[in-house]
């Protein structure tokens, strides 16, 4: 690797279920999610993530946080695809009780990273019939990236499309969220903790800024707060998505206060948007905008209707 350094990486990858799945995208299964198209996607986001980071390190990332994947069949299949089988990725991923049956999930290099615990934050709330509603699970992830102590929070926060039913749930989850932090920062401010997700928000909006305690300049993080590295990278130019025709960037990765030290010994290089021309559309009104698999009913072929982003540290 150049100079120590390694990658993290975010993808939302739009909708990936299993080939085998019976519920692929929705119920009815409109979409026709046939085996050559499964088998064209795995192709896709493995040679996607298998560029991420390797202009800065000469190395394929060492941990990757993943949204909308049905189970641990797509993982296996992405691991072992040939972009990404001699990183020797290993897999991890709880199933949920999302209505969608989509989660997220870790893939990670296990010479680089070592897993010592993990488990998914299950979030369980009521609807106005008093019926039992889920989510997306939290994945909690500790472990050991190049012999330092980490702690991966990787999520998917619900839409703000449904914003009265969902607004509720979004400020539970990262409250709670925010208390599992405190309480690993309380027993040790050195402690080096990094959120990651789809937060369906922009990273100036209230709900991430108040709830998780974050800030946009290094300078002002204190031990307990978090820094949000996307304020100062989202423009009306350039995001990870578009939404209502306007760029966004939902995707983002926090880090604590510990990443930003200049003797730490996983040291905060930089974070950007992976956004590649071949992520893109080419032609059209859509003209630059994500690659999507589907759009609708109608089926594309491309990667992905959001843009990964990845993190740059030293060990």
Excluded at 286 to 303: D, E, I
């Amino acid at each position: 690797m150049k100079q120590n350094l390694t990658t993290i990486v975010f993808y939302n990858v739009e909708n990936f279920y299993s080939k085998y799945s019976e519920d692929s995208f929705l119920p009815s299964n409109f979409n026709k999610w046939k085996e050559s198209r499964y088998d064209k996607k795995v192709n896709q986001i493995a040679f996607c993530l298998s560029k991420i980071g390797k202009t800065e390190t000469d190395e394929l990332p060492s941990v990757i946080g993943l949204a909308e994947i049905e189970n641990n069949d797509v993982l296996e299949d992405l691991v072992n695809n040939d972009y990404l089988k001699h990183g020797k990725y290993k897999t991890l991923i709880y199933e949920s009780l999302d209505e969608r049956k989509i989660n997220v999930g870790l893939i990670y290099r296990e010479e680089h990273f070592k897993v010592e615990e993990s488990e998914p934050i299950r979030f369980v709330f009521k609807d106005q019939n008093d019926i039992k509603t889920y989510t997306r699970d939290v994945l909690y992830v500790k472990g050991k990236l190049f012999n330092q102590q980490i702690h991966f929070f990787i999520l998917h926060l619900p839409s703000k499309i449904d914003k009265e039913i969902n607004q509720f749930k979004r400020q539970s989850i990262l409250n709670s969220l925010r208390k599992r932090i405190n309480n690993i920062l309380t027993e040790n401010f050195s402690e080096k903790i990094i959120i990651m997700g789809d937060f369906n928000d922009s990273p100036t909006t209230d709900d991430i800024i108040q709830e998780l305690n974050t800030r946009s300049k290094q300078e002002e993080v204190n031990r307990k707060e978090l820094y949000n590295p996307m304020v100062y990278i989202q423009s009306y130019k350039r995001g990870s998505l578009v939404f209502k025709k306007q760029w966004m960037l939902f995707d983002q990765q926090l880090f604590s206060n510990d990443f930003l030290k200049q003797n730490s010994t996983l040291k905060y290089i930089k974070t950007e948007i992976f956004d590649a021309s071949f992520l893109k559309n080419s032609n059209g009104k859509s003209n630059g905008l994500p690659y999507r698999t589907y759009v609708g009913r109608k089926y594309f072929g491309g990667y992905s209707d959001h843009f990964p982003i990845y993190t740059i540290l030293k060990y």
